[in-house]
């Protein structure tokens, strides 16, 4: 009798590892692990989800994982997967067996081979990766995470980050820094920290005499109310938010909790000098530091003062960016990461969304005055060529910010939630009165602006936004405030209207889309204003695209950065002197733009000629003539099963509706773009397609059949292949006829009506 892989695993496999104490020892749990569900693809898909067959858990550490293979087969099938599975769950061993082999590795010092049972105990494995004993480690184990009744149960990396912190609290590492990207969960991952350090009663004493002062410090309201909404499990008389309206309202701060939440402004005068009040440099225990890699000096020097003053506390940094020039001194403070999850990682995993490029030039991204135009107000220069750092800094064109408004309104789905980064507030002002315009919604909320300057009314503007039950408004406008941490996770379009002054904000920017929501396969950015061009960044998000040709030779000078305009208003800047043009008449109808789309595409962001050039490639593996692709194509089922397969390679829908763009044939059939890049044939729209269809492929059939087989023609012209699904037969019999025994009656037997519909369709693609 043929034996299965689960027969191996509960009648060779199990019985070894009971044997040896795993599931049946206080805290040894051996469990399946779902990894990762695999990368989002378009329509719904997903690629191959990952899942350990098992992984050995004992005090609340991962210690080893192994994969199962059918007896037989033998132990060394599974080695592979077992050192991923290890890598990815940062576990010390990694073993594969068949129940009659037992392979291992250990992961750290590279030693492998066979081994024989009875398998490693718990306390043999726990003492194999834990020589040296540490009692805070073995105490944080024995705390559960609190999962909310098990709604919420730790991603993998999001156990590797929680571990590794508490490792080094273990070890009485002062500083510590997790590097992971926007959208990855860091608040929940200091959450599950905190509420180990509270239920274990750690403490700066180090021994647990009482439980811990924790102090969340995050630079925006929105962000310390939503780490305060995070929190929520832990006792109400725990948490405090710290605030300047209820410490003048008490005369005091609080000091009376367990988890405080505030704000870096919280704890300044306004004129650069720190206001403490009440606390001791050692009043906090634990300190976790959100979005630690501030965006300016004047943000770091703030911030820097604050944990310099409450040196005693261990202090947790949290950030999104990887170490680069521009963040070197965060780096410096905090040592390197103990752990780091990167946005292609996030990607290619299934946890984060998959984005598009949209590049957008224009021939009016640099401005020189011209005579037929009119200075409204200011004193321009008439010989200097003004750059984007200028424009809506020192030069207002309104009818340049319009045009590029109506450009991306009508490139974008206006129903999608998007979000526009302008370069100052009144910019945003200007730009949500445009789109307010423009747009096809007629409900005077759809777009809104959320600045500083918006107080309160922004805030709602924002929650509202966040609320994925509720469609408005559906644009924002702003210029700094939404850049960092701000959880929608519903946005399905970014767009860049202003410069961005350095790869930290603009992974913060980009970050901003890719939470994860149902329906939601990608997202898009368009870029006005190059900036995508300026931060490749292979190691974090996947390799750089190849240089274009005929861009050799020395690099013009950037331009110098424009005037950083904060969303602080209790930090006003002196007021920039800005020049207003009206451009004459009819001239923003001249302005043009060339888009060029870049995709998600195996790890890397690759552009649309890169992408049909691999698209060339992989046909040449799947197709050998054009006659093959026709007889593939006039067969539902084997044409059914050719679209899957390319989409399993990653050539989703969405990117060949892009491809019909760009060969010139946005009403062709997906066929004509791989028989146009394969095999160079002139596409054909489906209306043409059809009307051949018409004129060749109706003799011989009775009235009733030509007008059932019309009636399909017409709805391949206006929706495309998916008309001619298998399944579609009798959804067309249902709607047309009202069930398929009416429509037999009509039309004829089943096969009968079956065999026309798959031979029309050799007449649409002959």
């Not at 399946?32 to 005090?59: H, K, N, T």
């Not at 508490?166 to 070890?171: M, S, Y």
């Not at 350090?197 to 811990?212: C, G, I």
């Not at 043009?581 to 001239?587: E, M, Q, R, S, Y």
Request: aromatic share 10%.
């Amino acid at each position: 009798m043929h034996e299965t892989e689960a027969d191996t695993r509960a009648n060779r496999i199990d019985p070894v590892l009971r044997a040896a104490g795993w599931g049946v020892v206080e805290g040894a749990h051996i469990r399946r692990e779902a990894i990762c569900p695999g990368r989002i693809m378009p329509g719904g898909q997903r690629g191959a989800p990952l899942s350990a067959d098992y992984v050995f858990e004992y005090r609340g550490q991962k210690l080893a994982t192994m994969e199962a293979k059918r007896h037989g087969k033998g132990a060394g099938a599974g080695v592979g997967q077992a050192k991923d599975y290890s890598t990815r769950l940062k576990a010390r061993f990694a073993y594969a067996s068949d129940g009659a082999e037992w392979y291992e590795v250990d992961m750290h010092t590279g030693k492998e081979g066979n081994i024989a049972p009875p398998f490693p105990t718990p306390d043999e494995l726990w003492q194999r990766c834990f020589p040296t004993g540490n009692a805070w480690r073995e105490r944080f184990g024995a705390i559960p995470f609190e999962t909310g009744g098990g709604k919420w149960q730790p991603r993998y990396y999001q156990h590797n980050a929680i571990t590794a912190v508490l490792e080094a609290i273990a070890k009485d590492q002062q500083r510590i820094l997790l590097t992971l990207a926007t959208g990855t969960g860091k608040t929940s991952i200091a959450f599950q920290i905190a509420w180990k350090l509270f239920q274990s009663r750690w403490n700066l004493t180090r021994e647990p005499v009482r439980r811990p002062r924790i102090l969340f410090l995050a630079d925006r309201n929105i962000l310390a109310d939503q780490a305060y909404n995070a929190f929520s499990a832990f006792p109400p008389d725990a948490l405090c938010r710290i605030s300047p309206e209820e410490i003048r309202k008490q005369g005091k701060v609080p000091t009376n909790a367990s988890v405080f939440f505030t704000i870096f402004q919280t704890f300044m005068t306004g004129e650069d000098e720190f206001r403490f009040e009440g606390y001791e440099p050692d009043f906090f225990d634990f300190i976790v530091i959100d979005e630690c890699h501030r965006g300016g000096a004047k943000d770091e020097s703030t911030w820097r003062g604050i944990l310099e003053y409450f040196k005693p506390a261990v202090q947790l940094g949290l950030t999104a960016t990887p170490k680069r020039d521009v963040n070197a001194d965060t780096y410096r403070y905090f040592g390197e990461p103990v752990y780091t999850y990167a946005l292609k990682e996030g990607i290619g995993d299934g946890f984060l969304t998959p984005f598009k490029v949209r590049q957008m030039a224009s021939t009016m991204d640099t401005y020189t005055f011209s005579d037929e135009d009119e200075v409204v107000s200011g004193e321009i220069d008439p010989d200097k060529e003004y750059t984007e750092a200028d424009f809506n800094t020192k030069l207002v064109i309104d009818e340049r910010e319009m045009s590029r408004v109506c450009e991306f309104m009508d490139q974008i789905d206006q129903r999608q939630k998007t979000l526009v980064f302008c370069a100052t507030q009144d910019h945003a002002a200007r730009v949500r009165n445009f789109i307010n315009q423009v747009k096809a919604n007629p409900d005077p909320h759809y777009c809104e602006r959320v600045t500083a300057d918006d107080g309160k009314l922004g805030e709602q503007h924002l929650r509202e936004f966040q609320d994925n039950e509720k469609t408005l408004p559906t644009i924002l406008t702003t210029s700094q405030k939404l850049s960092t941490g701000v959880d929608a996770r519903n946005v399905r379009n970014i767009v860049l209207l202003r410069p961005v002054k350095s790869m930290i904000e603009f992974k913060q920017i980009i970050g901003r889309g890719t939470r994860t929501f149902d329906g939601k396969d990608f997202f898009t950015i368009y870029d006005f204003v190059k900036a995508y061009e300026h931060f490749k960044d292979p190691a974090w998000d996947g390799e750089p695209e190849e240089p274009v040709e005929g861009s050799t030779g020395p690099k013009p000078p950037k331009p110098p950065e424009p005037p950083i305009i904060e969303d602080d208003p209790s930090e006003p800047l002196p007021p920039v002197e800005r020049v207003v043009v009206k451009l004459a008449d009819g001239k923003e109808r001249k302005i043009r733009y060339v888009g060029e789309t870049t995709y998600w595409f195996n790890g890397r962001q690759i552009t649309a000629k890169e992408f049909m050039e691999q698209l060339f490639g992989d046909l040449g593996t799947m197709v050998a003539s054009a006659d093959e692709l026709r007889a593939i194509w006039t067969d539902p089922d084997r044409r059914t099963a050719f679209i899957q397969r390319l989409e399993e390679m990653g050539y989703d829908r969405d990117r060949m509706d892009d491809m019909r763009r760009l060969i010139d044939a946005p009403k062709s059939d997906i066929f004509d773009v791989l028989a146009y890049v394969r095999f160079t044939l002139d596409p054909l729209s489906r209306a043409e397609r059809v009307e051949g269809a018409k004129a060749t492929g109706m003799d011989g059939y009775e009235a009733e059949m030509r007008e059932f087989l019309n009636y399909i023609l017409q709805a391949y012209e206006l929706k495309g292949i998916d008309e001619l699904a298998p399944h579609r037969i009798s959804d067309f019999l249902q709607i047309r006829y009202g069930g398929t025994n009416d429509a037999k009656r009509v039309l004829g037997s089943i096969p009968e009506i079956r065999g026309a519909f798959i031979d029309i369709q050799k007449h649409l693609f002959s």
